[in-house]
């Protein structure tokens, strides 16, 4: 079983050394949003699809992430006017839940509409089964993300994926 995704973003958040002179007040406030987060998804019949750092967490360890990834349809995304969007194009919006960010990869697009239909599973976290993507999901994903990271110049995160020779 993997750890609550509360924790999971809080901890990334606390042991990233960038963040050590930011102090995080009520970090079981901040854990406590991310729960509701995830009830509201629910309660409202959000069809949702989990990726990015915290999916990944529950196949391998050893990674930290700080925000939460979900492949939505902007319908979704309307009955979620919690979320503040700071941040959107054609294929992406960055919005924040209370202090928690969120990458939103929209479902028209066909790569994350097929994701959402053909590479789903659940998967636990803590006592809550989440939608999550599976492992050939990530990976289709990560190559998706690949060029993309090249062109915007961001040669230190593409080299992770390189061979290590």
Known sequence: MVTEIGEIVRNGILFDVKNWNN????SDDFVQSIDRLFDVLEERNINYVLV????LLSY???RNTQDIDLILSTSELEALPEIIVSDRNQDFIRGQWN????DILLAQNELFKKMTQHYVTDRQFGDRSVRCVTVEGLVIL?????PSLYRQGQFDRASIYSDPK
């Open 23 to 26: 102090k995080m007040n009520n």
């Open 52 to 55: 990015g750092g915290v999916a």
């Open 60 to 62: 391998v360890e050893g």
């Open 99 to 102: 202090r928690l960010q969120i």
């Open 142 to 146: 990560k190559f998706y993300a690949l």
